[in-house]
C-alpha cells in the first residue's frame, strides 16, 4: 500500500464509528451527481407534504373510478372516503417508466431509479429545517437522501410519540447526547481536515464534501439544542400500552402524523405500509393467507376480496387521517389539510403480476382544485409519468424546480 493509501487509514475504526453513531454519510458519490440548487418561496400555497406508500399496491379494478373528470362515480374502493370526495383527485395510468420487477416497490418516491433522492427529502432540504424534525420515516424504509443512502424509518409509535413530548429526563438525557456528539464531531473533523494535504486532488474533493457532511450534522445538533430549550408541546392524547402491528400500526401513525402537524414538530413526513407475509386482521378477523400470498391472487376470486378488504382497510385509515387534518388547525387558525399535501400511492402498478406499470395515486389537500378522477393514457407519445405530478407537488410547497427524474413538466390538478 502506497504512503496515500496509509494515511488514509490514519482515520482509525473509532472514529469511523463514531461518525456513524451521528448520523454522518460518505461523500457524494460521483453516480449520484451534484445537488442542484432550486429557488423556494415561502409563500407558497402549501406547507407540509405526507407520503404514504403502500408496497403492494391496490387492486385496480376496485380502486380506478370507470368513468373521469369531476363527476366520475366513486368506486367501490374510494366509496370510503366519500366525505372527503372533494378534497383529493384521484389519478390513474401514471407511472414512472420504471423496469418491472418485485423490488421496484421501492421507487415509489425516487423514480424509475431506486436510490435517487426521494419526493419527500427534496421537500425536506427547503422546508424542513425550520422544525425539530426536519422528516419522519415511518414504519418501513421508502426515503432516500441526495447521498443515496436509504433512511431508516421509526417503525414503533410509540418512538415517534416520545420524539414529539418529551420528559424532563429525557431533554437532559438527549442533551448529554448532544454534548457527547458535538466532542466526537471535533475530533473526526480534526482528523479529516489532516488529510487534506496528503491525498489526491480527487480524493481532496472528496475529503471537502466530507467535511461539507459534517457541517450539515453540526447545524442539526444546533437545532436540536435550540428546541431543547423550549418547552415541549402539551398532548391529552393516550398511547396505548403495547405497540400494534399490522393495520393498527398504520392507524397509530396516522395519529402521529396528526399530531406532528399540529405542532409543528415536522412538516415532511413519508410512512410505508409493507408487503411482509403475515396475515393482517381485518376488524379482529385474521385473514385466511398472508397479505403477501394475496397480492400473488392468480386470479383467485377469494384472495382477491380478500387483497380489496386490505385496500378499503387503508381507505378506512386515510378517511380518519384526513378527517383529523380538516378539524385541526394551524398557526393562522385553517385547517391542517388546506395547507398539507398528502399524497397517497405505490410503486407497484399490479402486484399480481410484479408489473410497475399503471401506478394509482391519490393527492388530498396543498391547496389544490380536487375532485375529479384524471386519467392519462400511458400509449400516446406525449403522456404525462408520474414525476410531472411531482414536479406539480414541489412548486405548490414553492419549490422552484422543472424536473423530477426523469420528468421535466408540470402536470395540472384541477377539478
Known sequence: MNVKGYQINRVNRRTIVKAAALGISLPVLESFGAQKKTAFNKNAPAKRLVCVGYALGFYNPQLYPKDTGKNYTLSPT???????RNDFTIFSGLDHRAAHGHHNWHNFLCGPRIGSITLDQI???KIGPSTKVPSFQLLNEMSFNRQGIKLPALKKASVVFNKMFMSKQDLKKMEHIIASGRSNLDKIVEQTKSLQNDVSAKDKVKLDEYLMALREVEVRMQRESKFLKNDPPNTDYQLPNYNPTGLEAQSLMYDMMALSLETDTSRVMAMMFGGGGEALSIDGKPQTSGYHTLSHHRGSQVMIDEFIQVDIAHMKALNLFLTQLKEKKDAEGRPLLDSTIVLVGTGMGDSNIHSNADCPAIVAGGGFRHGSHIKTDATKANAHILGDLYITLLNQ???????????????????
Open 397 to 415: 410547497l414553492g419549490i422552484e424546480t422543472e424536473s423530477f427524474a426523469n420528468a421535466n413538466r408540470r402536470m395540472e390538478i384541477k377539478a
Open 78 to 84: 374510494l366509496k370510503h372516503l366519500k366525505q372527503h
Open 123 to 125: 421537500a425536506a432540504e
